[in-house]
């Protein structure tokens, strides 16, 4: 290569050196949350299950299709954040009328523990309920005895959507949970997450004529 190109290459490399430099000594710092407000400050409110519940650890599913939880949105001026989500303490929600894909096995879910709930206003709202250490345990009885432990070393957070409307719904899509899964044969003892969806119906406890809203 001539001197001239190579001189030229040279010039090239560092133009675009510092012009890569240059943008990252300058990108913008990520932006803050937006501000949430939920409403009715105060009100009780019931979160109900609307069809079903799955929970699949490996090739094993558990569907529940009744689910409740119920909790309180913080009294003002707690239920204003300027620049972030707001979160309200839940009951640790039930799950009944449970079945598994597994032939001859019957499920059981406990819950226990300080759960709550998150919103953050956006498009979408977005919302994540926190799960306790060892705040959902599944236990099959049958051909397969096994016990499922949802967040089994640390809380976990488990991210979902909100609407507003009437009633208001929260929405858990594929969403994933650590999990610890001991047992005998039939067990998925090697999965270490799973897979939960659910829709929630969210209705307003204290004034039904209300609704749960989040805005900003």
Do not use: E
């Not at 003002?76 to 597994?102: E, F, H, K, L």
């Amino acid at each position: 290569m001539s001197r001239k190109r190579t001189a030229l290459a040279l010039g090239t490399a560092a133009a675009a050196a510092l012009t890569v430099a240059t943008a990252t000594a300058t990108a913008a710092p990520l932006p803050m949350a937006g501000s949430t407000t939920v409403t009715p400050a105060g009100h009780a409110f019931k979160a109900t299950l609307s069809g079903k519940a799955t929970l699949k650890a490996g090739s094993v599913t558990v569907t529940c299709t009744v689910s409740v939880s119920t909790g309180t949105v913080p009294a003002a001026p707690d239920n204003q954040n300027p620049a972030g989500p707001v979160a309200s303490p839940i009951s640790p929600p039930t799950y009944s009328s449970c079945t598994s894909s597994m032939p001859g096995v019957t499920p059981t879910v406990t819950t226990s523990g300080s759960w709550s709930v998150s919103m953050q206003n956006g498009s979408p709202v977005t919302a994540t309920m926190t799960v306790p250490t060892g705040g959902l345990v599944l236990h099959t009885t049958g051909l397969a005895t096994c016990t499922v432990t949802a967040a089994p070393s640390a809380p976990a957070n488990v991210p979902g959507s909100w609407a507003n409307g009437a009633p208001s719904s929260l929405t858990f899509t594929n969403a994933t949970v650590p999990v610890t899964v001991t047992g005998g044969f039939g067990c998925p003892t090697s999965a270490t997450s799973s897979t939960f969806n659910a829709v929630y119906k969210v209705t307003d406890t204290t004034d039904p004529a209300q609704q749960i809203t989040v805005t900003p």
